[in-house]
């Protein structure tokens, strides 16, 4: 069991009620939790001011913790993206604090990487994810797979449609020593032309999004082919983009279109269905780990060395 | 009067009856107009598909036209980029078309003055500005000047919380021989560490945006931050942020915050107000040209160089 330290590096926590769950729930599974002073700070749609969020950033690699946990996602880390105090966080990496989120973590996450290698976790927050009415159970054992140092991959069922893409392609190992990186696609994109942006050559890159209409996708993904990221990449894996709204407009444009045409853009294959981006059923995902990445039939594995904390 | 040359590069046009009011409106002010083969295709969301779209671009550039006014906005250059003949647009600039538009032509604009240094304007497009039910005043003044070669630069009156912010600054040139450039920010972002990206070392930037939350434009001006982009610039310049909405958990954020942010982040003097974006009266900016940026009390003006056509 683990020591769990919440803090508040982006948006303010609303839902209250939803913390105070996570908190009940994580404890429930035997953690102990230890709440950042900020972690319910607000300043407007902030969890507090720059200065704040930071320190609480910097607490958290302070905490000794075996898991830095993020309340929460929104927005608030690009900004204070140059105040982030990065060979501190990776110095209490390699202690042995991972530090686990998504969605707007995803900025934290790739500029820590891109400053220093160190390996981070794109996982669940606490409140959408421990906090709901029923954690999601797939989430819940990965989650406890990162805390134990058990895990050594992760796998997943991709679609016929997918299947059927890249039937030319045989079974096997599709990646090998290959760094896995990625998150947020709206936040990674975000980081592009600054020093923030991870320059990786041999990647698998995951990629999710939400609210984020398909020809925004489409636009966001047109950045990274243009600017020479993805031509750099073995595969590229796309888990979860939801809560958009397609218009009459669209007229049979949509998410698959874009799926199809970034196919015809890359030579690298394109793999879907991952089980990440902001929906209950999550894998915990290390960012920055070098990974192999090995497809049978239509089941691929993302498979990282075992690393005891 | 001119010839004007209809095309559209970028989303399918729909209302049909604005498009004609457009065409009539051009014609009723003395122009003739000729419509592109595939100024009214349409191809998902597209006006055609990517290969209709870039020979529409290049047949516009082979007109002769005095102007080429795209149809509309929308979403669909970023995706044709690299297909784009750029000698062949700037040639044709060169023999006196001018290339006018703006929101998703932004793409167009920007890559072009990355790739050959060519002039295009931001300003109207057909549909929504001459299609209107009641065509803007100003924005027809300054299309028309700019049809002329008349114009020698464009004013506008800014607010007193802008007078206020830059109090310090005295009266006079504040940039002398500066590139205009920028548009549409989304737009713009999207180009950031990509070839399609001008490097501007002395400019004034202009950017406007709609329906885009005030979170989401603190974020791309942050990305332009962390890129080094801003620190390069004599001035930036905000035009009109509109149709987008604040939320409850904003508590007080909102596009003067991030306005005031700005300030704190960049030496460089940040003006408001700017005639220019998805607003009925819009000026029409030289993209590339060099300019004098000129403001007395709360007066600015961009001032360029007479040019014949």
Chains 1, 2 share one sequence.
Request: charged share 20%; hydrophobic share 45%; glycine share 10%.
């Amino acid at each position: 069991m683990a020591h769990i330290y919440i803090y508040s590096p982006s948006g303010a926590v609303r839902d209250k009620a939803a913390f105070k769950r996570g908190v009940a729930r994580l404890k429930k599974l035997g953690h102990e939790v230890e709440l950042d002073a900020d972690a319910l700070s607000s300043h407007t749609r902030f969890a507090g001011d720059d200065a704040t969020r930071l320190a609480a950033i910097h607490r958290a690699a302070d905490s000794g913790a075996n898991v830095a946990l993020i309340s929460r996602g929104g927005y608030g880390l690009t900004r204070i993206l140059p105040g982030i105090k990065y060979k501190q966080v990776a110095k209490a990496i390699a202690k042995g604090t991972q530090f686990v989120g998504l969605s707007d973590f995803t900025a934290f996450q790739n500029a820590l990487l891109a400053k220093t290698g160190a390996v981070t976790w794109a996982g669940p927050a606490l409140g959408e994810d421990f906090g709901a009415e029923q954690p999601d159970d797939i989430m819940e054992a990965c989650f406890d797979d990162m805390v134990s140092g058990q895990g050594e991959g992760a796998g997943w069922h991709f679609s016929t449609a997918c299947a059927t893409a890249n039937a030319k392609r045989r079974s096997g190992v599709w990646a090998h020593d290959a760094v896995l990186w990625g998150g947020n696609l709206a936040v990674l994109v975000s980081l592009l032309g600054t020093p923030y942006f991870p320059q990786i050559k041999n990647g698998v890159l995951f990629l999710e999004d939400v609210g984020e209409h398909p020809y925004r996708i489409e636009r966001m993904l047109t950045q990274l082919l243009h600017a020479g990221v993805l031509a750099h990449q073995k595969a590229i894996v796309l888990g979860q983009f939801n809560n958009y709204k397609l218009t009459p407009h669209d007229k049979g444009f949509k998410l698959q279109s874009v799926i199809d045409w970034l196919r015809t853009q890359i030579k690298a294959p394109v793999l879907t269905d991952l089980p990440f981006g902001h929906v209950p059923t999550k894998l915990c995902l290390p960012v920055g780990q070098k990974i192999d990445l090995v497809v049978e039939d239509r089941d691929a594995l993302l498979l990282w060395a075992h690393t005891d904390h």
